[in-house]
Nanobody, 130 residues
């Protein structure tokens, strides 16, 4: 069965950290870029970060401001998003996704314009609250 499964979300206090994982099964992730996205209630889905197929290029949304690190382990068919210094505005469902591309989407392009071409995980909830 072809799928992406995210894990690592949860409730964390402001200033805390979480590490999200995205495990692929049924296909080889190493041929594709991996993107992390998030969607808060009432808001559009937005790109958080993306890493190309071999990890040579990593891109981050402006709001990340050096707090998150994206990585991948192709041997484990897994992508990661390390999130530090979390704040309430980071509360959202986080999704990993991939498409038939080795590169990442342009940050300026609305996710709604290409989300249909992506293969998505089910999402993991991240809640930042005291």
């Amino acid at each position: 069965q072809v799928q992406l499964v995210e894990s690592g979300g949860g409730l964390v206090q402001p200033g805390g950290s979480l590490r999200l994982s995205c495990v692929a099964s049924g296909f080889t992730l190493e041929n594709y870029a991996v993107g992390w996205f998030r969607q808060a209630p009432g808001k559009e889905r937005e790109l958080v970060s993306c890493i190309d197929f071999n990890g040579g290029k990593r891109d981050y949304a402006d709001f990340v401001q050096g707090r998150f690190t994206i990585s991948r382990d192709n041997g484990k068919n897994t992508g990661y998003l390390q999130m530090n210094s979390l704040n309430a505005e980071d509360t959202a469902v986080y999704y990993c996704a991939t498409a038939n591309s080795r590169g990442c989407p342009e940050r300026q392009t609305p996710v709604s314009l290409y989300s249909g071409a992506y293969f998505w995980g089910q999402g993991t909830q991240v809640t930042v609250s005291s």
